[in-house]
């Protein structure tokens, strides 16, 4: 347990569905990260938040729609996927965002496994 | 951009035997981490390095930040079965418009033998 929790952990949907992805932190972090996973590829960012505000957003298609109401909950909301989406999604916390070193440690969650077909 | 070259992609190795793996990059990083990814499960946190030089253990686990800068390594002695997973670094540096990056190495696939 690493206090970043996911949900769903599996998700089926259809290219025409809209679905949404829920992380929440419980360890009193102020940045969240959003990354895709896909087979033998680095981790992707693709969205951060510090302090509910977005301080990047890493050229993704605008059919991923992060929000982030509050420090401790982040989303991801999905429309009109397409296949190539299929990914591990995984979301991240660290303290703040404008520090180096300990206090911009990353902690992942379980992530969401995401099939579009 | 910056990359970071991970070595080696994968490893079968006999349960009791000692891993080493390493991590490379041309850019200068200010802090190094090492991940552990168990299947259908999300990176956990293994080492934190935070200076050239420093070498830093965690049981059977033992990493160092490389003097240039650049590289770091991570060995676990004596493997065991559990040590099966896919193991990433991961580089912090400052980029040229003053924010924070985290870049990750592509993984080593581990799988031990008992």
């Known amino acids: 347990e690493t206090g970043v929790t996911q949900t769903p952990r599996h998700l089926v949907m259809g290219m025409t569905n809209k679905k949404s992805l829920k992380c929440e932190q419980h360890?009193?972090?102020?940045?969240m990260y959003w990354y895709k996973q896909s087979a033998k590829k680095p981790l992707e960012l693709m969205f951060v938040y510090n302090f509910k505000e977005q301080t990047e957003n890493n050229s993704v298609p605008s059919r991923f729609s992060p929000e982030c109401p509050n420090s401790s909950h982040l989303f991801l909301h999905l429309h009109t996927l397409q296949p190539e989406d299929s990914a591990l999604y995984l979301c991240?916390?660290?303290?703040?965002?404008?520090?180096?070193?300990?206090?911009?440690?990353?902690?992942f969650g379980a992530g969401t496994r995401l099939s579009v077909l | 951009g910056q990359q970071l070259n991970q070595s080696p992609q994968s490893m079968f190795i006999q349960e009791g035997e000692d891993v080493s793996m390493n991590c490379t990059s041309s850019s200068i990083f200010n802090t190094w981490l090492w991940y552990k990814q168990d299947p259908g499960e999300g990176p956990v946190l293994l080492i934190a390095?935070?200076?050239?030089?420093e070498l830093t253990s965690n049981g059977r686990l033992t990493a160092q930040f490389g003097i240039t800068r650049k590289d770091s390594f991570l060995n676990i002695s004596a493997s065991i079965p559990s040590d099966v997973g896919i193991y990433f670094c991961a580089g912090q540096l400052t980029t040229q418009g003053g924010s924070e990056k985290l870049v990750f190495g592509k993984g080593t696939k581990l799988t031990v033998n008992p």
């Open positions: 390095l935070y200076k050239a030089g």
């Open positions: 991240a916390s660290s303290q703040d965002r404008t520090f180096l070193g300990a206090k911009n440690i990353q902690y």
């Open positions: 360890l009193g972090h102020n940045a």
